[in-house]
């Protein structure tokens, strides 16, 4: 009896943990915008994610970080984008987590987000020679993450901010930017996230971009 | 059970306090071999703890742990780094040593004489496939923009790259891995004709202009190693229309993107470009071509690719021109062409790190020649002494090219590659003289080879290239050995200095085989030293170079037929290349200047002494300017050739000497060449159009400034007349749509 119950609290206890230490990573998360910070997540969850091994969320956080990182150093080469170099090796790494945490948890509408995302890194990397490859499998990627969860936010804040930077020339469209954002808006209202470390990022960009548009 | 409870939780309270206490602290630095690394994740595997270094690479972290655990360490760019640690009481310091991982993008990669113009990811891109369609002077032909490239000469009269001295003949063109015979339309007399294929069934684009791989042989100069594209991004159907011709095809994508097929026609006529734009030459049958081509392409696994491209045309054209050797009279030419030309390619990894790249080529061309004379009123006639310009020619080749390379990779990025090459020629003339007499000849060839290479990685910034090739060509009855040799070392991040050593071997040109003399391979040595520097969107490279010519063929006309005689030719060649091409600086403007200089003599065939060859200039340079416009929706590209005046000569054989001797020679002007194209996309700015549209407008020429190629001579070198384009000025308009994703987009992305 008391075997028992040391390990189910034990148990009880590394879950709870595990929680925790989620819990107190996700403090803020959506605000980390330096270089440092991102790098700072990205190796926490990192840690996490190894230690756990059966856990996708770390998983999916650590490679969320990393696309993030990415996307600094994509957009510091100019609006246009660019610094290949760096981005690179930095969207596979997030390639490598994320694949780790779909091993765990299949057809997620969340790692679709994170597939178009990396994929969009990429092209951002070197817009010349790669929005052949990168702009349909983005594309592609966000459709699924759609079908998959209609009702997820997260994809309606991509759509919107996809249309909102893409100059009007090449398909951009502000006044469809601001449907989808709204769209989205109204999703997280709806949204509740299944616990407390499950993916919530978002309404802050779809904010914002609001507030460009008007 | 109360007290049992409240024991568990003073045991729980007390191991709290107890591990809260005995939190130990690991600290330390991370550096590479000069300096610290930021960014590292350090982590005690199996548990949260850890920590990231700080811009001095500085690290610390506690942790209630103890016993024995492994430090990890690791950062994207570097390789893993794990110790074994006991963690005890005390704190403990830990300096950790990154080692740079080594990947082909960071490490160096041996580029002496070669222009690569493919991969995608690697930044080091010269030229993009679409970069073809969108230079100016290349009329959408793929060795036209590679002749605005260092080391090709501006030769106007022929097709074919003349490479740093080197005949066309001495470039080889291969098409996956296999060689292509028949890469240009069948020659014409004083007219340069175009490559067969389209630039868009091309991914991948090496130009070598010496010292290339142990892979490739039978050209004494150049090599042109052209990839296709595996599979297409989606299916698609275009038609095209222009004063020139019309096409239509499609590409269908099969639903689980796993395999593909194609097929697309055109016709050609220049009926309607002939009749605005007035040509040298008076045509009887203004040419026209039909073409047809289809492929195939299946990922026969994650890492296979089986490919089949398949291309026939067939062309007619007949025209006359005032004949140099009788006033009042007019040459005829006529030309009928077919031809069949088949690939099939496979690639596949074999597990093991060992890999199979596989593929077969065969091509079956024919062409009828029909030559001779006529008067004014264009009734054939035969004139006393002139018989000889009326013949017929029927040539009938078949050839096959099969080739196997084994690549096992090794420790990093080195990797050995073997295997072997088998080429089939069969050439089978039929000559018939104005008297219906007919002279069938024929000749097979049977070329074998095998070859071995490895790339070593000495360090991710010193690499070599080791190879070697032995031939055996039938005919010859004779075995070569060639050895090659490149190595390149990075300087900086961005910068690199590269060397190549090569031996080629080459047959003597068909024409002059079989021979009644025996012949010998022609040979070539090349020297090349490189440095290069490509940072973000700009390149920067420089070659000198010295090639030494040895056994080449030289002829006796003691018969009244030019022969080859013996080896005994030789030459030179050397020079230095700049290339510079900048998309940087100014916004939306992509542009690339190239300068050649070329110092060359050869003493080769009916040559009277070691001469610079009629098509070799001295000084050779290229400025090419693209602009997109997107106000506009247009891209505006331009072109400006340039090359210093080339020689001519007039050889004579002297029957009483029994010797070649110059009856005359000289210098041609310089030549100067300006093109422009517009490419109009109206979809631009279209809400998810449907069709892509675009417009294309050149003109080659622009200033209609007066060309000169050199000099043709009457049969007894009485009478000389300049070689000029057929046209000063040509125009094209055309429109192309396509359904689907295609072509245009990728115009549009070029510009972006």
Same mark, same amino acid.
């Given at each position: 009896?008391?075997?028992?119950?040391?390990?189910?609290?034990?148990?009880?206890?590394?879950?709870?943990?595990?929680?925790?230490?989620?819990?107190?990573?996700?403090?803020?998360?959506?605000?980390?915008?330096?270089?440092?910070?991102?790098?700072?997540?990205?190796?926490?969850?990192?840690?996490?994610?190894?230690?756990?091994?059966?856990?996708?969320?770390?998983?999916?956080?650590?490679?969320?970080?990393?696309?993030?990182?990415?996307?600094?150093?994509?957009?510091?080469?100019?609006?246009?984008?660019?610094?290949?170099?760096?981005?690179?090796?930095?969207?596979?790494?997030?390639?490598?987590?994320?694949?780790?945490?779909?091993?765990?948890?299949?057809?997620?509408?969340?790692?679709?987000?994170?597939?178009?995302?990396?994929?969009?890194?990429?092209?951002?990397?070197?817009?010349?020679?790669?929005?052949?490859?990168?702009?349909?499998?983005?594309?592609?990627?966000?459709?699924?993450?759609?079908?998959?969860?209609?009702?997820?936010?997260?994809?309606?804040?991509?759509?919107?901010?996809?249309?909102?930077?893409?100059?009007?020339?090449?398909?951009?469209?502000?006044?469809?930017?601001?449907?989808?954002?709204?769209?989205?808006?109204?999703?997280?209202?709806?949204?509740?996230?299944?616990?407390?470390?499950?993916?919530?990022?978002?309404?802050?960009?779809?904010?914002?971009?609001?507030?460009?548009?008007? | 059970?109360? =007290?049992? /409870? #409240? @024991?568990?939780?003073?045991?729980?309270? +007390?191991?709290?306090?107890? &591990?809260?206490? *005995?939190?130990?602290?690991?600290?330390?630095?991370?550096?590479?071999?000069?300096?610290?690394?930021?960014?590292?994740?350090?982590?005690?595997?199996?548990?949260?703890?850890?920590?990231? =270094?700080? /811009? #001095? @690479?500085?690290?610390?972290?506690?942790? +209630?742990?103890?016993?024995? &655990?492994?430090? *990890?360490?690791?950062?994207?760019?570097?390789?893993?780094?794990?110790?074994?640690?006991?963690?005890?009481?005390?704190?403990?310091?830990?300096?950790?040593?990154?080692?740079?991982?080594?990947?082909?993008?960071?490490?160096?990669?041996?580029?002496?004489?070669?222009?690569?113009?493919?991969?995608?990811?690697?930044?080091?891109?010269?030229?993009?496939?679409?970069?073809?369609?969108?230079?100016?002077?290349?009329?959408?032909?793929?060795?036209?923009?590679?002749?605005?490239?260092?080391?090709?000469?501006?030769?106007?009269?022929?097709?074919?790259?003349?490479?740093?001295?080197?005949?066309?003949?001495?470039?080889?063109?291969?098409?996956?891995?296999?060689?292509?015979?028949?890469?240009?339309?069948?020659?014409?007399?004083?007219?340069?004709?175009?490559?067969?294929?389209?630039?868009?069934?091309?991914?991948?684009?090496?130009?070598?202009?010496?010292?290339?791989?142990?892979?490739?042989?039978?050209?004494?100069?150049?090599?042109?190693?052209?990839?296709?594209?595996?599979?297409?991004?989606?299916?698609?159907?275009?038609?095209?229309?222009?004063?020139?011709?019309?096409?239509?095809?499609?590409?269908?994508?099969?639903?689980?993107?796993?395999?593909?097929?194609?097929?697309?026609?055109?016709?050609?006529?220049?009926?309607?470009?002939?009749?605005?734009?007035?040509?040298?030459?008076?045509?009887?049958?203004?040419?026209?071509?039909?073409?047809?081509?289809?492929?195939?392409?299946?990922?026969?696994?994650?890492?296979?690719?089986?490919?089949?491209?398949?291309?026939?045309?067939?062309?007619?054209?007949?025209?006359?021109?005032?004949?140099?050797?009788?006033?009042?009279?007019?040459?005829?030419?006529?030309?009928?062409?077919?031809?069949?030309?088949?690939?099939?390619?496979?690639?596949?990894?074999?597990?093991?790190?060992?890999?199979?790249?596989?593929?077969?080529?065969?091509?079956?061309?024919?062409?009828?020649?029909?030559?001779?004379?006529?008067?004014?009123?264009?009734?054939?006639?035969?004139?006393?002494?002139?018989?000889?310009?009326?013949?017929?020619?029927?040539?009938?080749?078949?050839?096959?090219?099969?080739?196997?390379?084994?690549?096992?990779?090794?420790?990093?990025?080195?990797?050995?590659?073997?295997?072997?090459?088998?080429?089939?020629?069969?050439?089978?003339?039929?000559?018939?003289?104005?008297?219906?007499?007919?002279?069938?000849?024929?000749?097979?060839?049977?070329?074998?080879?095998?070859?071995?290479?490895?790339?070593?990685?000495?360090?991710?910034?010193?690499?070599?290239?080791?190879?070697?090739?032995?031939?055996?060509?039938?005919?010859?009855?004779?075995?070569?050995?060639?050895?090659?040799?490149?190595?390149?070392?990075?300087?900086?991040?961005?910068?690199?200095?590269?060397?190549?050593?090569?031996?080629?071997?080459?047959?003597?040109?068909?024409?002059?085989?079989?021979?009644?003399?025996?012949?010998?391979?022609?040979?070539?040595?090349?020297?090349?030293?490189?440095?290069?520097?490509?940072?973000?969107?700009?390149?920067?490279?420089?070659?000198?170079?010295?090639?030494?010519?040895?056994?080449?063929?030289?002829?006796?006309?003691?018969?009244?037929?030019?022969?080859?005689?013996?080896?005994?030719?030789?030459?030179?060649?050397?020079?230095?290349?700049?290339?510079?091409?900048?998309?940087?600086?100014?916004?939306?403007?992509?542009?690339?200047?190239?300068?050649?200089?070329?110092?060359?003599?050869?003493?080769?065939?009916?040559?009277?002494?070691?001469?610079?060859?009629?098509?070799?200039?001295?000084?050779?340079?290229?400025?090419?300017?693209?602009?997109?416009?997107?106000?506009?929706?247009?891209?505006?590209?331009?072109?400006?050739?340039?090359?210093?005046?080339?020689?001519?000569?007039?050889?004579?054989?002297?029957?009483?000497?029994?010797?070649?001797?110059?009856?005359?020679?000289?210098?041609?002007?310089?030549?100067?060449?300006?093109?422009?194209?517009?490419?109009?996309?109206?979809?631009?700015?279209?809400?998810?159009?449907?069709?892509?549209?675009?417009?294309?407008?050149?003109?080659?020429?622009?200033?209609?400034?007066?060309?000169?190629?050199?000099?043709?001579?009457?049969?007894?070198?009485?009478?000389?007349?300049?070689?000029?384009?057929?046209?000063?000025?040509?125009?094209?308009?055309?429109?192309?749509?396509?359904?689907?994703?295609?072509?245009?987009?990728?115009?549009?992305?070029?510009?972006?």
């Amino acid at each position: 009896m008391l075997v028992l119950v040391s390990v189910l609290a034990s148990f009880a206890q590394t879950n709870e943990k595990f929680v925790k230490a989620m819990e107190q990573k996700l403090v803020g998360y959506d605000s980390v915008r330096s270089n440092e910070g991102l790098q700072e997540v990205a190796n926490s969850f990192e840690r996490i994610a190894e230690a756990e091994k059966i856990q996708w969320l770390p998983y999916y956080y650590a490679a969320l970080s990393n696309v993030n990182l990415g996307f600094n150093y994509a957009i510091a080469a100019g609006p246009m984008g660019g610094n290949a170099d760096k981005v690179d090796p930095l969207a596979d790494k997030a390639e490598k987590l994320l694949n780790k945490a779909e091993e765990l948890s299949k057809d997620n509408s969340e790692i679709y987000v994170v597939k178009k995302l990396i994929a969009s890194l990429r092209m951002l990397g070197d817009v010349m020679n790669r929005y052949m490859t990168y702009g349909p499998v983005a594309a592609e990627a966000l459709a699924t993450a759609k079908k998959l969860n209609p009702e997820n936010p997260r994809v309606y804040v991509l759509e919107g901010s996809d249309l909102f930077n893409t100059p009007e020339e090449y398909g951009g469209n502000k006044a469809e930017a601001k449907l989808r954002l709204e769209e989205a808006l109204r999703k997280f209202e709806a949204f509740k996230p299944e616990s407390s470390i499950h993916p919530t990022w978002g309404m802050g960009q779809a904010k914002y971009f609001l507030s460009q548009i008007k | 059970m109360r =007290s049992v /409870s #409240l @024991g568990l939780l003073f045991i729980v309270l +007390s191991s709290l306090v107890f &591990f809260a206490d *005995a939190q130990v602290t690991i600290s330390g630095k991370v550096k590479d071999r000069k300096k610290p690394v930021a960014g590292v994740n350090i982590v005690l595997k199996d548990t949260y703890d850890g920590a990231t =270094s700080d /811009s #001095l @690479g500085r690290f610390s972290f506690k942790t +209630s742990e103890k016993g024995d &655990f492994v430090l *990890a360490a690791s950062y994207v760019g570097y390789n893993a780094f794990e110790q074994k640690i006991k963690i005890g009481d005390d704190a403990i310091t830990i300096d950790i040593v990154l080692k740079e991982e080594v990947t082909e993008l960071n490490a160096v990669t041996v580029t002496a004489g070669t222009f690569e113009a493919s991969d995608k990811k690697k930044a080091a891109t010269v030229l993009d496939p679409i970069d073809v369609v969108t230079t100016a002077s290349a009329n959408g032909d793929i060795t036209g923009a590679l002749k605005t490239l260092p080391g090709a000469q501006q030769v106007g009269e022929s097709e074919g790259l003349f490479v740093r001295g080197g005949t066309a003949a001495e470039t080889k063109t291969f098409i996956d891995g296999t060689l292509v015979n028949n890469f240009f339309y069948s020659s014409l007399p004083n007219i340069a004709t175009f490559s067969r294929f389209s630039p868009f069934i091309f991914k991948g684009t090496v130009f070598s202009t010496g010292g290339y791989s142990a892979l490739y042989g039978q050209g004494l100069s150049s090599a042109l190693i052209l990839e296709s594209i595996d599979l297409p991004e989606r299916s698609s159907a275009n038609v095209g229309i222009s004063m020139l011709n019309l096409s239509g095809g499609i590409q269908q994508l099969s639903k689980n993107k796993k395999s593909s097929w194609g097929i697309s026609y055109a016709y050609t006529d220049l009926s309607l470009a002939f009749a605005v734009i007035k040509q040298q030459q008076d045509y009887t049958k203004v040419p026209s071509y039909h073409n047809a081509d289809a492929n195939f392409r299946v990922k026969t696994s994650n890492t296979g690719m089986l490919k089949y491209y398949g291309y026939m045309s067939h062309n007619k054209l007949a025209f006359t021109v005032n004949s140099i050797d009788s006033i009042g009279y007019l040459d005829k030419f006529a030309q009928k062409n077919t031809n069949f030309y088949h690939n099939l390619s496979w690639r596949e990894s074999l597990g093991r790190r060992w890999k199979i790249y596989t593929g077969i080529s065969y091509t079956n061309n024919k062409d009828d020649i029909k030559s001779g004379m006529q008067d004014e009123a264009k009734n054939d006639v035969l004139l006393g002494g002139l018989e000889f310009k009326t013949f017929a020619a029927e040539n009938k080749g078949n050839y096959f090219n099969a080739k196997l390379v084994l690549e096992k990779r090794l420790k990093g990025l080195s990797a050995l590659r073997f295997g072997s090459e088998y080429n089939y020629t069969n050439d089978k003339l039929l000559f018939t003289a104005y008297d219906n007499q007919q002279f069938p000849a024929n000749l097979k060839e049977n070329i074998n080879s095998i070859f071995a290479e490895g790339d070593i990685y000495v360090t991710r910034l010193l690499a070599a290239k080791i190879g070697a090739r032995m031939e055996h060509s039938s005919i010859l009855d004779k075995t070569n050995i060639a050895p090659r040799f490149s190595v390149a070392y990075k300087l900086s991040k961005t910068a690199q200095a590269s060397l190549a050593y090569g031996v080629f071997y080459q047959d003597p040109e068909r024409r002059y085989l079989p021979s009644r003399s025996a012949l010998n391979y022609m040979k070539a040595t090349h020297y090349i030293a490189q440095y290069q520097k490509v940072a973000n969107n700009q390149s920067f490279r420089t070659e000198v170079f010295y090639k030494k010519y040895e056994d080449l063929i030289k002829t006796s006309a003691a018969n009244g037929v030019e022969t080859a005689i013996n080896n005994n030719g030789f030459g030179e060649a050397k020079g230095i290349e700049f290339f510079w091409r900048d998309k940087k600086t100014i916004k939306t403007l992509d542009y690339w200047i190239s300068y050649s200089y070329l110092d060359t003599e050869r003493d080769y065939l009916n040559f009277p002494s070691a001469i610079t060859p009629n098509y070799v200039a001295k000084h050779t340079g290229s400025v090419v300017v693209k602009k997109f416009v997107q106000k506009w929706k247009m891209n505006l590209n331009a072109a400006y050739n340039y090359n210093s005046g080339r020689p001519y000569y007039h050889i004579g054989y002297d029957t009483a000497s029994s010797v070649y001797k110059f009856n005359d020679r000289g210098m041609i002007p310089d030549y100067h060449n300006v093109s422009f194209s517009i490419n109009y996309l109206p979809f631009i700015g279209k809400k998810n159009p449907k069709s892509y549209t675009v417009w294309v407008m050149q003109v080659s020429n622009i200033f209609n400034i007066r060309q000169s190629y050199g000099y043709q001579y009457s049969y007894n070198g009485f009478r000389k007349q300049e070689i000029v384009p057929p046209s000063r000025m040509f125009v094209f308009i055309g429109c192309f749509i396509s359904f689907g994703i295609d072509r245009s987009d990728e115009v549009m992305n070029n510009a972006l």
